[in-house]
């Protein structure tokens, strides 16, 4: 369990990392990660996971961390790429995905692993963590489809990063419900969770001022702040009372009514209660990282630069680490010679004039 709880904190973390590629000062980010973890992560997941906490006592549904995962790495992520600042112009205005190929290998096993995030959470083999993994590809698979149709209708062609953004999408919103809600919510929520974050990235980051100043290069905030809130907020409408009970082992009635259910059985009153407590977290949470965040960035700018200087910035990997991921110049050119990393390249300034003859097409 201790290593299963310590994967999900570890994913949390590589998934704020995706709202700063690009800029973020390697010392910073070593700075930021142990802070983040202590200050922001482990209090969102005590107040809601732990029995103790005071959101868990309220009686607030978070299946595998629809808010403790995926909310907070959304809206930490977008804090602290506003602190940080955006990419270099050149970056922001020429980055088209660099390998199609590779991004449906990596969707595909994180979709597959995504069976074991969600039906992992009960901590054991059961009809709750069976339903959790039929829950979850069946909001996903709803998900894709809703994004390609909206893409189809509104652009003319359906595209792979839009099946992955939708499969994404559809993964993040149904984490808080995914072992607690019947497989006709699921699919509910997979038209939601295919719609809603689609109109966010295509019309909303357009038009909001805020959305269009912060630079999330892979949409982090839409697809995971965006998407997890609303996993959370219908979690609290559609989530079975029986199911919730299994789950969490109590059999306190006045707890773990989702609306529909309340609605259906005279307890109304019981079921917007629910309501407010999903939505009291999701606040918790949002307020939490934004005011954690904010402090952990102004706190580190003090010790050491948050972002990279301007000649890392134009150089990238190769500047920082002494080597690139994707060594390409303009289209299909290759540079044999690096001008920082002299242990194996040549170490001359670099001008594309002088090295001509260096330059071949790959």
Not at 39 to 67: E, M, N, R
Request: some cysteine.
């Amino acid at each position: 369990m201790v290593f299963f709880q310590s994967v999900f904190a570890a994913i949390t973390l590589v998934l704020i990392a995706g709202s700063l590629l690009g800029r973020m000062n390697f010392r910073a980010w070593i700075l930021f990660v142990p802070l983040w973890f202590t200050f922001s992560y482990t209090i969102a997941a005590f107040s809601i996971w732990c029995p103790q906490g005071w959101l868990a006592k309220l009686g607030v549904i978070d299946f595998a961390g629809g808010f403790v995962i995926h909310l907070s790495a959304g809206v930490a992520g977008f804090t602290a790429a506003f602190w940080v600042g955006p990419r270099a112009e050149k970056d922001r205005r020429n980055c088209p995905p660099n390998n199609v190929i590779l991004m449906l290998a990596g969707a595909g096993l994180l979709w597959m692993g995504w069976s074991g995030f969600n039906g992992g959470a009960p901590f054991v083999a059961s009809t709750i963590s069976g339903l959790a993994i039929l829950n979850t590809h069946v909001c996903t698979a709803t998900s894709i489809l809703t994004w390609l149709l909206l893409d189809s209708l509104f652009f003319g062609k359906p595209s792979v990063l839009g099946a992955i953004q939708g499969m994404i999408t559809g993964l993040v919103c149904i984490t808080p419900a995914a072992g607690v809600v019947q497989c006709w919510a699921a699919i509910i929520m997979g038209i939601i969770s295919g719609s809603v974050p689609w109109y966010t990235i295509m019309v909303l980051h357009n038009k909001v001022k805020l959305l269009k100043l912060v630079d999330d290069p892979i949409a982090i905030f839409h697809t995971h702040a965006i998407a997890g809130g609303l996993g959370g907020i219908l979690t609290g409408f559609f989530a079975v009372p029986k199911l919730c009970r299994l789950f969490y082992m109590v059999t306190d009635w006045e707890k773990y009514l989702g609306l529909v259910y309340g609605l259906q059985n005279g307890r109304t009153p019981a079921g917007f209660k629910q309501m407010g407590i999903q939505i009291a977290a999701m606040g918790f949470v949002i307020v939490l990282n934004v005011v954690v965040t904010s402090i952990i960035c102004w706190f580190i700018g003090l010790i050491v630069p948050l972002r990279m200087s301007d000649e890392e910035l134009e150089n990238g990997d190769d500047a920082v680490h002494g080597e690139e991921a994707f060594a390409l110049w303009h289209e299909g050119e290759r540079l044999v010679g690096r001008r920082h990393n002299n242990k194996v390249y040549d170490t001359r300034e670099f001008s594309f004039g002088e090295y001509k003859d260096e330059v071949q097409m790959v």
